[in-house]
């Protein structure tokens, strides 16, 4: 057995134990598997061997935890937020829709059972994610998984064709280069603001080697749509940035391009000059033919063709088309599917899920002149709301940008990102219920205004781009 496989039991073993006394550490590991998918990996055949089903039997064993210790959100902190209730109401549409679509059919029922699955486990990681901790250990988790997906596309692991690497590297919903990339593209946000809250180099250094394998596996998908995610979340994040740091955020933003320029090859750049010569690409042509389906579809049926029916629907609509084909375009797939009133009900989830991040930003100037301190073992940091909320909102405005190319309604990274902004919020409404008294503590504890902990001067003394 690989010495990659013994590491993967030990980890996925403890991971399932402390999840039964420390539901947290389900959810973490939940994390961990969605992005390694361990059946799929070369050092894989034992866990095939096993026949489980390793996802589910996380989530199970994480259910156990929380009924046995039932997890406290905190002051002001709800577990179904109106953004989940929303989302569940999405989940009962698709269901619903067979009756008076086409149907189901064997990806419909996929499509359904997996969504109802993903919202499941969503709001178990609501309901375990309350303190600033928990938040920093989450992203952390899943930095860890982007860490080893860059690895292994460094090390030329997974399929490429027509010189872009397609597959072969994490689960399910990185199958296609498009879905890799855009699920890389959003990780970048929350590795620079882990970057600026972490307190030592060499954990930056660490952020730093996962932001440069994160993009060069980027520019081996040669995707084009990264383009524009990239376009959206320098954009969000500089307007981000209060006035007096949006200079040097876009300077930052100017550094960082360049420096990532540094790792395309020809083949990247060949790949980018079809964005302006895409009258000649058969690939991108189809896809109006597969939109103007979609609005075909609804047009003739306002309530839907049924979750997950698009592409076989999709071969009555464009001549010549005898294969499945997706839509390409979450928002008019979803509306194709599920009619106007799913596309309503998704437009809203984002929506919502937007305003509340920005109302995130707002309440950050609360907390200007306090930190909260994260310590765990010997690995002290900061949690800063500010940051938190502007990575957040950057992923986010991606995500959604993106989706205008991609199908990515059951997509799990995308409902994760949505219920990261609920955990976000729970521990913000802990942090302001608490802060008079958290306050209070901190000035009996600390009589002189510049203490230092440990030979490291305090936090609270740090600047860091608060909103205005």
């Known amino acids: 057995m690989a010495l990659t496989a013994i590491a993967f039991w030990i980890t996925y073993c403890v991971g399932l134990v ?67 209730a929303l989302a569940v109401f999405l989940v009962l549409l698709a269901w619903t829709s067979f009756a008076w679509g086409d149907g189901p059919n064997e990806r419909g029922l996929y499509q359904a059972e997996k969504f109802g699955k993903v919202l499941i486990f969503v709001l178990l990681m609501i309901r375990c994610v309350s303190r600033p901790e928990h938040y920093h250990l989450l992203i952390a988790t899943w930095l860890l998984g982007v860490l080893y997906i860059g690895y292994e596309a460094f090390g030329q692991v997974g399929v490429s ?41 060499w954990t930056r250094g660490i952020l ?21 995610g990239i376009a959206a979340i320098c954009f969000v994040g500089i307007l981000s940035l209060p006035r007096g740091y949006r200079m040097k955020g876009f300077l930052a933003v100017v550094v960082g391009l360049v420096l990532s320029v540094q790792l395309t090859d020809p083949g990247w750049w060949r790949r980018m ?98 930190r909260d301190i994260i310590i765990g073992g010997r690995w002290r940091t900061r949690f800063d709301l500010a940051w938190h909320a502007m990575a957040l909102r950057c992923s986010l405005a991606g995500y959604f940008v993106c989706a205008i190319f991609d199908s990515r309604v059951v997509a799990e990274d995308l409902w994760i990102l949505i219920g990261f902004a609920c955990c976000l919020a729970n521990i913000t409404a802990h942090m302001l219920n608490t802060a008079d008294d958290q306050d209070e503590l901190a000035e009996a504890a600390e009589p002189e205004p510049h203490s230092y902990m440990h030979g490291r001067p305090s936090l609270g003394h740090c600047r860091t781009p608060h909103t205005t």
């Open 208 to 228: 730093l080697a996962i932001g440069a394998l994160a993009v060069n596996t980027i520019v081996l998908t040669r995707t084009r749509s990264a383009m524009v």
């Open 273 to 370: 000059r079809t964005i302006s010569e895409y009258t000649a690409d058969v690939s991108a042509m189809r896809r109006f033919d597969y939109w103007y389906a979609a609005l075909e579809m609804v047009r003739d049926q306002p309530l839907g063709v049924g979750f997950g029916n698009f592409e076989q629907a999709v071969q009555r609509y464009v001549p010549h088309l005898n294969i499945p084909r997706c839509a390409h375009n979450t928002y008019l797939e979803i509306m194709a599917e599920l009619g106007f009133l799913g596309l309503g009900l998704l437009v809203i989830i984002f929506t919502v899920t937007m305003h509340t991040v920005n109302r995130l930003r707002k309440r950050a100037r609360y907390f200007e002149s306090r």
């Open 18 to 84: 402390g999840a039964l006394v420390y539901p947290l550490a389900g959810v973490l590991l939940y994390i961990l598997v969605y992005h390694l998918n361990p059946e799929t990996q070369w050092w894989g055949d034992s866990v095939r061997a096993t026949g489980l089903r390793m996802s589910m039997t996380v989530a199970v064993a994480t259910i156990i935890g929380i009924i046995l210790k039932r997890p406290q959100l905190g002051r002001g902190g709800r577990q179904f937020t109106s953004i989940m």
């Open 161 to 201: 064709l027509d010189g872009r690497l397609t597959q072969g590297l994490g689960g399910p919903d990185f199958n296609d280069s498009g879905s890799l990339a855009l699920h890389l593209l959003v990780s970048l946000p929350f590795i620079g603001a882990m970057f600026f809250m972490e307190r030592s180099w």
